[in-house]
């Protein structure tokens, strides 16, 4: 079971001290905070959320928290700019959808879930302060996104420089004896284990897992646009998970899948020497099978490989009925919302995205007739009919 | 009226702001803050605590603000390292004495009085939180005193960085028109007028002046030990004015004294001509008048005639009884006080300000008949009394 709480991890603090108390069996009071910002989770996310999973299997309590006051804040550990402060009406309804798709990764009923507002909505200014004093600026600036930010002139608000205070806090305030997260977190982490020190608890241990990257090759980010979300639909899961670079395949089996150690050393070999989309159609199914199931996989599957590797068209296409058959491309893109608004539109023409009848076009004006086939990008499709 | 209160003025902001209120005589409410870290007042913070009796010369209502809640962190802004945080005893031991010293300055009894910690106890993190935003780190930084114990490599705790915010609310929460303080304060007076634009009242007017300059040429202050004490007795405060660097003497006339601007331009001329012993003469005798009586002025300039300038012993020399002839010179200093452990002793001998019958003495071991005076620096004595 260790061998999948610590695949992957980038940090352990400290790690003589977490295996010997793994070992000895007692049951650990695992944190894991999440900052309700959004109202849904990655695959890069819930890569460290399944560690959760695996805690629990293992015996231990798993305390969640959900970041109501410190998301009002915003943690800017994975930010490269100043993020504007959520009201709580915000919060509430972010989290709302978040808990369904946590309770597709773990046992959400056995776990203690606090709202972090519980114990800030009492926290006096007097002892806030006496925290800040547990810390330096020289510390606080050191951090990696911070001195980027600084050095470049960007503005960083000073509550941002409190947020890692906070969520330090929480650990205090759930007794937490082993806090996990993004290796973008290890700072926040690390506060918590030096305010419990100051309020003589023992210091947490943690686990800083590595960062799951998208196919454009920076970490998944809602910031960046670049996520495969848990509750994508099976085909459009399948399909971005078979869109990454093949360098990253096994990278996914690592962070996202539970295929054992010995069987990635196989899959790794089989990349070298079979071609790398069979193996990729292996992760894509093993992905979609945790998040839906094997028969959503399974078709999922069918699906792409009759689309794309055969280079059929999907079994069903919406129709959209026009009243002319001379249209502007920029308007019917948008009109048959293959994209969100125009200036979207002209980019996929632009970039050469834009098909009809699988013959990329990119005139302002074009001719459809009854039955054409409008394709944006690789998955999207809309059949034309004439009136 | 407002040549004392713009005298020695560094900044005033903004400027024709606040003459025009001033000519329109709106009665306007003038904020100073007290930080209760000490329980003495010196010439250099009197200096500015007595522009309050100018402004309610002018019919202006003084508002105090007790740093009670603030002073247990410690302001930075005069600061060259970090301050260790106050308890609320020790707040309040400081307060008592220093209200009295006060009271000597400007009608106390006529001024609002508040404490900060009557706001600040009930400020719930979040609403600090927002006000934190309105601050950025990079503007923090460049304070002067942070940026060099920054650059230096000293440690800034992150409470200190919090001050400037706990002032400028202070000045939301008592509704300051008008905020005055030493130059060292100008940051935390403009923060006062950010805090109150983002709770929708018109920003405080500042007026920042010059800091009291020492005779070792830095500003005065407790750190550094170098004050005069507006409590301090009649003949030692007198004796210290007398010390002070003959190019000192104007600056004190224009921070210290009400001497008026056409007086102090005959004074500087007089000083070009004449011995500038007199001029410093009348210096020590308007400021002792201000702090304590023109009679004890007077008394104190004829004693300290008497004894330096006439080279006469002062009247009333204390005695002390010894048992022995042969005196370790060291062991006597400290014996009679005129030195507060052996360390001082040896560095006053080793000065040359130790002497006895007005010779310089400075051997271990001293030979001391019934009679002889022992002399330590220019104004301590104790007449020698064997068995």
Redesign the interface.
């Known amino acids: 079971m260790n061998e999948l709480l610590f695949r992957a991890s980038t940090e352990v603090v400290v790690r003589e001290d977490l295996e010997a108390k793994l070992k000895k069996g007692a049951k650990l009071r695992i944190k894991y905070g999440i900052d309700p910002t959004g109202d849904r989770i990655h695959l890069g996310h819930a890569a460290t959320i399944r560690k959760l999973k695996h805690f629990q299997d293992a015996g231990h309590q798993v305390v969640l928290i959900v970041g109501s006051?410190t998301g009002?804040?915003g943690d800017a550990s994975d930010k490269d700019s100043e993020r504007t402060?959520l009201t709580k009406e915000e919060v509430q309804a972010n989290m709302a959808n978040y808990e369904t798709l946590l309770a597709k990764i773990f046992d959400i009923d056995s776990a203690e879930i606090h709202y972090n507002h519980e114990w800030?909505?009492d926290?006096?200014?007097?002892e806030?302060?006496?925290i800040?004093?547990l810390?330096?600026?020289?510390q606080?600036?050191e951090r990696d996104n911070?001195s980027k930010r600084?050095e470049r002139?960007d503005?960083?608000?000073?509550?941002e420089?409190?947020y890692p205070?906070l969520q330090g806090y929480d650990s205090v305030a759930v007794r937490a004896d082993v806090e996990i997260g993004g290796n973008d977190q290890l700072f926040n982490l690390l506060a918590g284990r030096n305010i419990q020190k100051a309020y003589d608890q023992e210091p947490q241990n943690i686990i800083s897992y590595e960062l799951l990257l998208a196919d454009d090759g920076r970490k998944m980010s809602k910031s960046w646009a670049n996520c495969i979300w848990i509750d994508d639909e099976p085909a459009d899961m399948f399909g971005k998970v078979m869109s990454i670079n093949d360098d990253l395949i096994m990278h996914y089996f690592k962070l996202v899948t539970e295929v054992s150690d010995d069987e990635m050393t196989k899959l790794e070999k089989d990349l070298k020497t079979n071609n790398p989309r069979d193996v990729k159609l292996r992760l894509a199914e093993e992905i979609v099978s945790i998040y839906h199931d094997e028969t959503s996989a399974a078709s999922a599957k069918e699906a792409w490989l009759s689309q794309f590797s055969d280079k059929k068209l999907p079994a069903t296409i919406p129709d959209f009925v026009v009243d002319n058959q001379q249209q502007n491309l920029v308007d019917l893109i948008v009109a048959v919302e293959l994209a969100d608004n125009k200036s979207e539109a002209k980019r996929l023409i632009e970039q050469g995205g834009v098909r009809i009848n699988s013959h990329k076009v990119d005139s302002e004006m074009v001719n459809v007739n009854d039955g054409d086939v409008l394709q944006v990008g690789k998955r999207k499709f809309v059949r034309i009919k004439t009136k």
Do not use: P
Not at 123 to 126: A, K, Y
């Open positions: 006051f009002q804040i402060i800030f909505n926290m006096s200014l007097d806030w302060l006496r800040n004093q810390f330096s600026l020289a606080m600036i911070f600084f002139g503005r960083i608000g000073l509550q420089m409190q205070m």
